[in-house]
């Protein structure tokens, strides 16, 4: 009897990042699952179609479908992958990142044999010689999937896999209102959720991201922080009853005011302080979010 064979689409979102061509050249050695074909979608979110050109300066063992989706709002080109998408499974990397070799064979394994509908690995931060010592120590810019009570309830498109062959699945899209001001991932996939979609992390399925000198500050860190959960914050609303939300929002404020008091007890030790200061302004996020304020525009 001949097994099945099931297809995946790798989804790569780009806006005028050179890094792309590596990140597309790391996945000429990727480990196939057996009976799994691969193909890549890549979408453009630059007015002008200026990936185009590195695109075709590529060669892979899969076939590179280019898609122009204009223009600076990551919504439009997530969905432009999904749209074009027909495979069994997609698989999200993003355009700044290398994958391990096992990447996808060790995502594909765990969603199959675990029943998962998605599943998430680990974007693991490679920092440059001249890191501040105490920014590279604490590892504030790795991404790893987490636990809630339990389950998984939300997760990143910087490393995942999906199976798109239930129906809720396959009709979900990334909300554009939330192209701009990011964290349309942490929603999308906290909707998923909700369809009842079990997920679950896959550890051993790694992606590496060079941290740029832009991103190398307690600044850059801090908004980082205070934007997830700005994020974490509205979906806390949309799931809680209405008599709750004054309550979660004091218990923000007071997670923040704790989080401040543990960081100047920690003057003394820079990472230290700098994971406590990261932790307040997340719940202070997460308190704007409670109460509707507006996020800022990212992109």
Known sequence: MVAETLAVDICICTYRRPHLKKTLESLREIDLPQCMTVRILVADNDAEPSARSIIDGVN??????????????????????????????????????????GWLLNLSETLRQEGYDAVFGPA????????????????FHSNRPVLRHGEVRTGHTCNAMVDMRRAATRVLRFNVKKGRTGGEDTDYFHRLWRTGARMGICSTAEVYEDVTPTRLSSDWLMRRSFNSGHVFGELSRQDARLWALPQLVLAALLKAGYCLVRALASAGVATRRLWWLRRGVMHLGVMAGLVKLTPKTQY
């Open 124 to 139: 693991i931060a490679v920092y440059p010689a001249d890191a501040p010592r105490h920014i590279a120590e604490g590892d």
């Open 60 to 101: 892979l063992p899969f076939e590179i479908i280019y898609l122009h989706a204009p223009a600076r709002n990551i919504s439009i080109a997530r969905n432009a992958c999904l749209d074009a998408s027909d495979a069994e499974f997609v698989a999200w990397i993003d355009d700044d990142e290398v994958v391990d070799p």
